[in-house]
């Protein structure tokens, strides 16, 4: 036996959230079922919402409330620095940390040879024209340190060394970490790039 | 800095499932942005059509294709037992068993002191009607083997004991178990309800 159809539907749809199997598709269907209707159509409507409301500015590709976004109107904001990042996840990462004064602009996903993501896929052509007629005299790569991220970086890298500074952020140990857990290439690279106490 | 209103409203709304932080409500969010438009329409409208399309069947309670359900109608079940178990996914745990012969009864619930959850809101009453007007002979309390589950099953049968035969599924372990592992509760129950090899 299964479940009556509308439940079954709803399922099915939720179970393809990621990292959502069916027993967890499930219980959230089962959680929309016991609360009010009225808080389900809510839900509902939230979700038509960001289909159609969206808005993406096309100035750094991040989805915002308007065209162009907050930092890329700002004129306090430095105009020569960018830092282009994979998502805007990761965009709202760096901004909550109040330390990076520049814009950035979004990768849209990283170079992966298993699933095929290829330089293409990316917002690069973008970026590059971005580039070409902003002046820009350093791009700061804040890409994940994962083997997609190290890739994408080299080679936006060999892209675009000679015509600017590009930059990573640091490799090193994370704050509160542990010496004793941290692995090698973490190690070394944060012993390669040691800093003077000041 | 935060999401633009429309996505934070999602996120907020998503963080409200069963064991959903804020940071996987965020993920569920940015999986629905990426995927098609129509893929998350057909969930708004699947959500949608779970808060209006949903039949209740008003013999066992259970949410259902039709009122009265499946089961219910099915003339080839016995009609002289009746499963109570909790809600909808316990009836389905123990169907697809496919051993189980009678109807079914949703309680709606269980007894519990600490959110406060008595007799009176679960449908017990409805319960007490149901054996009144139909021809039960035993009521097999198929609850979770959880203090609330316990609780409840002890309530029932007090309430029910004398008027017609109560019984509950085995305690014991199972299957693919490690006695080694096993709690004591679950051993000396085992041990006291032993079977004899055939």
Known sequence: M?????????????????????????RYAFHLLQQSPEKSQDLAQAINDLAKKIIVCQSCLAIAESNPC??????NRRQDILCVVENLQDLIAIESTKQYPGRYFILGGLINTITE????????????KKINKEKIKEIILALNFTLEGETTALYLNKLLKGHLKVTRLAKGLPAGSNLEYADELTLSSALQHRNEIK
Chains 1, 2 share one sequence.
Not at 117 to 128: A, E, F, G, M, S
């Open 117 to 128: 993501i290829q330089p293409r896929d990316l917002n690069v052509n973008k970026l590059i």
């Open 70 to 75: 907050s930092i890329c109107r700002d004129q």
């Open 2 to 26: 299964k479940y009556p159809q509308v439940l079954q539907n709803l399922i099915d749809k939720l179970a393809n959230f990621p990292s959502v199997g069916p027993k967890t598709a499930e």
